[in-house]
């Protein structure tokens, strides 16, 4: 089920949260365990199975760290592998068959599988767990269907933000729901909604006219147009859904991190992973690259320490070698830039045209970066790339569709739309004080709302990219 859905908007929200509202505290928790497994079961009932069992192997497993402490370290391997196996199983069996039969010449048959929708994010989600237990950073959860609301918590289950254990451990104990959170979580989710609906959607129509081709045949112009756009639909699709999910996260009583913070202003590669996808980062950090040493053991090992990192990251994002050269291409830049201690010039006054200097920097990186990771392999993202550059010999000067044919005034308009909405110019808008001012923002919003949902039920194209990964 779809956040952007009617289904969901119109149905499944209202009822669960009129159940949520008119009964006692104590059965909040059932309510949103039940409800979050019909919400993952509506799409995929299939695999349901691989989630439940996911959630007894982490139930048990925590137990065996807690309960017996000299052999703690064996029951949290076996726990990782596990967990580690499922993902590998749906998500990279067939990518590593395809890759030796290439390396080795062999002929082993891949399988038909099919990734579970959410599993990234719900197996880092359950290995946060076990490692905090393990760390001695929480208490071991006792009631298997508290740790069950917390692997499967509908908000965030499918894409994020990936929630840590030790962030929400007390809410999913005791949390407060009043008109002031719920206010503002459906201001958020609003919010997310017109990003993904309005802004997002329309920027892949105009990606997809253009990454369905071949790179001769459109000109540099419109290959320009093209990386731009994903740029933009990556962003407004996949912040949308963690506007949405922090703001479903509001209306039950949960506060989820932030998942962005603007990303597309940062001056350096290392400012853009502190402002992108902060939950995946976060992760990375407290659960690999500190157990890797972290800063602690010399220059090289910390090199080596953020190498592995953006290696993991791109291998996280999917089974294709473009994710795997997206993933090396950041950590290239954040490695260039601990050497050279570009992070150390964030705290100095900059003329303009230094500051400039250093946006186009990382715009760049980041952009170059988006189009190896929209390719669908990396003979096409490296054709695409020429062709941005004048470097790549096109089959005619006379191309078959026009500039206009990729763009109209909406979209032209929706475009200026986003590059505003990528800054801060509207930031904290939601909690303006003003009576006046709110009165016109939540009428705006009540507008989007409507816009959005007419958008939906007239337009057949409405997925997540982060969905596949």
């Known amino acids: 089920m779809l956040f952007s859905s009617m289904t969901f908007i119109y149905v499944f929200l209202p009822v669960v949260l ?9 059965l909040h928790n059932p309510i949103l365990l039940v409800a979050s497994i019909i919400f ?5 009932p299939k695999y349901l199975a691989i989630m439940l069992l996911t959630i007894i192997i982490n139930y048990f497993g925590a137990i065996g760290i807690d309960k017996y402490n000299k052999h703690k370290k064996s029951v949290l391997i076996f726990t ?12 990279y069996f067939n990518f590593l068959i395809t890759n030796c039969n290439n390396l080795f010449h062999s002929h082993i048959h891949t399988l038909d599988i099919i990734m579970p929708i959410g599993i990234s994010f719900y197996t ?19 009631d298997i269907y508290k740790l069950a609301l917390f692997i499967c918590l509908f908000p965030q289950l499918i894409a994020g933000p990936i929630v840590k254990y030790h962030d929400v451990e007390e809410q999913i104990e005791s949390r ?3 008109f002031d959170k719920v206010n503002l979580g459906v201001k958020r989710f609003i919010i997310g909604l017109s990003k993904k609906v309005l802004i997002a959607n329309t920027m892949g129509a105009i990606v997809d006219k253009i990454f ?11 290959a320009w147009l093209g990386s ?25 009583g949960f506060k989820f991190m932030e998942n962005f913070n603007y990303p597309y202003i940062s001056k350096s590669i290392t400012e853009f992973w502190r402002r992108w996808h902060i939950s995946l980062s976060t992760w990375f950090k407290q659960y690999v690259y500190i157990s890797l040493g972290g800063n602690r053991e010399g220059k090289l090992k910390t090199l080596r320490n953020l190498g592995i990192v953006f290696l993991l990251t791109g291998i996280w994002h999917g089974a294709e070698w473009t994710f795997i050269i997206w993933g090396i291409w950041h950590g290239f830049f954040i490695i260039l830039e601990k050497i050279f201690n570009i992070k150390e010039f964030d705290s100095k006054p900059h003329t303009w045209y230094m500051n400039g200097l250093r946006h186009l920097y990382c715009i760049l990186a980041f952009v170059i970066g988006w189009v190896i990771f929209r390719a669908d392999n990396m003979k096409y993202a490296w054709d695409y790339l020429m062709n941005m550059f004048g470097l790549l010999h096109l089959h005619t000067s006379e191309f078959l569709y026009e500039f206009g044919y990729y763009v109209d005034r909406i979209e032209v308009i929706t475009f200026i739309i986003a590059i505003l909405c990528s800054v801060p110019l509207f930031k904290n808008i939601v909690y303006v004080e003003n009576k006046i001012m709110k009165f016109f923002i939540n009428l705006w919003l009540l507008i989007l709302f409507f816009l959005s949902t007419i958008t939906i039920a007239s337009s057949t194209y409405n997925p997540f990219i982060y969905f596949r990964f």
């Not at 993952?40 to 995929?44: K, S």
């Open 18 to 26: 009129l159940l949520y509202l008119v009964t006692k505290k104590e």
């Open 40 to 44: 993952y079961a509506w799409g995929e």
């Open 80 to 91: 990782i592998i596990a967990n580690l196996g499922f993902l590998i199983y749906f998500k």
């Open 124 to 142: 880092f989600q359950a290995l946060s767990y076990v490692i905090d237990v393990y760390r001695g950073e929480v208490k071991v959860q006792k």
């Open 176 to 178: 407060e729901v009043n």
């Open 212 to 222: 369905i081709q071949n790179p001769h045949n459109f000109s540099h112009v419109v």
């Open 228 to 252: 731009f756009a994903y740029t933009f639909q990556l962003y407004f699709d996949f912040s949308g859904y963690s506007d949405m999910a922090i703001g479903l996260g509001l209306i039950f």
